[in-house]
C-alpha cells in the first residue's frame, strides 16, 4: 500500500503477557520511529531507525520494550510482561527525508 | 520542563472565528518546525511546516521567531471541520528525531 501499515490495530492483553506490534513503512523510507500516546496525552518518542545507523534507543520507558527492523524495512515493537501502565496507541511513522513523517493508523493496546 | 509546551486549551469559537496558537521550545540547535493535526482517535497527519519567514496555506498562517522560540499558527475564517487537536512539532538533526507538544485542542461551534 501507499501508507505505513501497522497490526494489529487493537489488540487486548493479559498484564504480565508479551506483545508484538508491526510496522510496515512506506517502501523507500529509510527512516522509521515509534511513538506511544496515551489517553489525552502527546506523543511520546520510544525509537528510531534510520537505514544501517544503530538505532535511537533513548525512548525506551524500560528493558520491557524492544524494538527491531528488519532488512531496513518492516520494524516490530515488543512489549514483555506488560503492565497497565502500557496500555495506549502505539503509532509508527516513516520517512525518507528529515520532511514529510507519514504516520501508521496505530496500535491500541488495552492491557487488563 | 518540556522541550515544547503549548497551551492544551480547549479553544471554542464560533464558525468564521480567527484562533491563534502558541507554542514556545526549549532547544535552540532544533532545526525544523512544523504542525501537525490531529482527529480524534486517528493519526497526527502534517498540516504545514513553518519557516522563519512566515509561511501561508489558503486559512492557516505560520510564523517561526527563532530569536524568541516561539511559533505560532493562525486560523482563519473557521470552520467546523478544523475542529481537531493541532500539534506542535521540532526537529533536531542532532537528535534526529520530532519532539511533539501535548496539543491544543480547537472545537469550532456552529
Known amino acids: 500500500g501507499a501508507g505505513v501499515s501497522q497490526s494489529p490495530s487493537n489488540k487486548v492483553t493479559e498484564k504480565g503477557k508479551d506483545v508484538e506490534l508491526r510496522c510496515d513503512p512506506i517502501?523507500?523510507?529509510?527512516?522509521l520511529y515509534w511513538y506511544r500516546q496515551s489517553l489525552g496525552q502527546g506523543l511520546e518518542f520510544l525509537i528510531y531507525f534510520q537505514g544501517n545507523s544503530a538505532p535511537d534507543k533513548s525512548g525506551l520507558p524500560s528493558d520491557r520494550f524492544s524494538a527491531e527492523r528488519t532488512g531496513g524495512s518492516v520494524s516490530t515493537l515488543t512489549i514483555q510482561r506488560t503492565q497497565q501502565e502500557d496500555s495506549a496507541v502505539y503509532l509508527c511513522?516513516?520517512?525518507?527525508?528529515?520532511?514529510?513523517?507519514?504516520f501508521g493508523s496505530g496500535t491500541r493496546l488495552t492491557v487488563v | 520542563r518540556k522541550e515544547v509546551e503549548q497551551d492544551p486549551g480547549p479553544f471554542n469559537v464560533p464558525e468564521g472565528a480567527t484562533v491563534a496558537f502558541n507554542c514556545t521550545y526549549s532547544?535552540?540547535?532544533?532545526?525544523?518546525f512544523f504542525w501537525y493535526r490531529q482527529d480524534c482517535r486517528k493519526e497526527p497527519k502534517l498540516l504545514m511546516s513553518?519557516?522563519?519567514s512566515g509561511n501561508e496555506d489558503g486559512r492557516f498562517t505560520a510564523q517561526l521567531n527563532r530569536a524568541s522560540q516561539y511559533i505560532s499558527l493562525l486560523i482563519r475564517d473557521s470552520k467546523l471541520s478544523d475542529s481537531a487537536t493541532y500539534l506542535c512539532?521540532?526537529?533536531?538533526?542532532?537528535?534526529?528525531?520530532?519532539?511533539f507538544g501535548a496539543g491544543t485542542r480547537l472545537a469550532v461551534h456552529p
Open positions: 511513522a516513516s520517512s525518507l527525508t528529515n520532511y514529510g513523517y507519514t
Open positions: 517502501s523507500g523510507h529509510t527512516a
Open positions: 512539532v521540532s526537529f533536531s538533526g542532532g537528535y534526529n528525531k520530532l519532539i
Open positions: 513553518v519557516y522563519s
Open positions: 532547544n535552540s540547535a532544533s532545526q525544523s
